[in-house]
T-cell receptor, first 117, second 112 residues
Framework: GAVVSQHPSWVICKSGTSVKIECRSLDFQATTMFWYRQFPKQSLMLMATSNEGSKATYEQGVEKDKFLINHASLTLSTLTVTSAHPEDSSFYIC?????????????FGPGTRLTVT | GESVGLHLPTLSVQEGDNSIINCAYSNSASDYFIWYKQESGKGPQFIIDIRSNMDKRQGQRVTVLLNKTVKHLSLQIAATQPGDSAVYFCAELVPAGTALIFGKGTTLSVSS
């Protein structure tokens, strides 16, 4: 089956620093990748949608200059949290949609736990 | 954003019981729905899906029911096991949409 990985699985950083999270589709090419954020005991909230080779589309209320998304290849998307603050501490989950798949097949990664101190 | 609601935030059952988790969606244009299971610290795990042209779909120990008239979705788990303890989310996709939108989730606790 389709596998999506994320790296790192968890990260602790100091306030004011930047953190990069990678999302990879391991056995398929992903034309579209999605980034979600999940706070404790809450649902997954869509942050942005990225298509390979083009700029990401951000959901309302998500700062594009703070959450930089790059989808440089069909197997890799990165999310960089710039100038992180404690309120950015969350569980970040990516998902990917395959190149040849039907439009609604979306495969999720295992998530990255970000803690900002 | 969230477009589903009307759910029980927690559900506690005994091992062996049948569990029913409900979800209501607000967008009548949604044409695809998925139930996910999420264990603590992990990403969502696909359970079962259903298209809007169906009203029932069965998997192994799970059944999804879709009532488009009242915009209601349910997940039935037969013979619930302790390993079924997790948070369950329904997600929907509108025809023109590209990303799945998640509901608020229900925590299922199964006691032995």
């Amino acid at each position: 089956g389709a596998v999506v990985s994320q790296h790192p699985s968890w990260v602790i950083c100091k306030s004011g620093t930047s953190v990069k999270i990678e999302c990879r589709s391991l056995d398929f090419q992903a034309t579209t990748m999605f980034w979600y954020r999940q706070f404790p005991k809450q649902s997954l909230m869509l942050m942005a949608t990225s298509n390979e080779g083009s700029k990401a589309t951000y959901e309302q209320g998500v700062e594009k200059d703070k959450f930089l998304i790059n989808h440089a290849s069909l197997t890799l998307s990165t999310l960089t949290v710039t100038s992180a603050h404690p309120e950015d501490s969350s569980f970040y989950i990516c998902s990917a949609r395959g190149l040849a798949g039907i439009s609604y097949e979306q495969y999720f990664g295992p998530g990255t736990r970000l803690t900002v101190t | 954003g969230e477009s589903v609601g009307l759910h029980l935030p927690t559900l506690s059952v005994q091992e062996g019981d049948n569990s029913i988790i409900n979800c209501a969606y607000s967008n009548s244009a949604s044409d695809y729905f998925i139930w996910y299971k999420q264990e603590s610290g992990k990403g969502p795990q696909f359970i079962i899906d259903i298209r809007s042209n169906m009203d029932k779909r069965q998997g192994q120990r799970v059944t999804v029911l879709l009532n488009k008239t009242v915009k209601h979705l349910s997940l039935q788990i037969a013979a619930t096991q302790p390993g079924d303890s997790a948070v369950y989310f329904c997600a929907e996709l509108v025809p023109a949409g590209t990303a799945l939108i998640f509901g608020k989730g229900t925590t299922l606790s199964v006691s032995s």
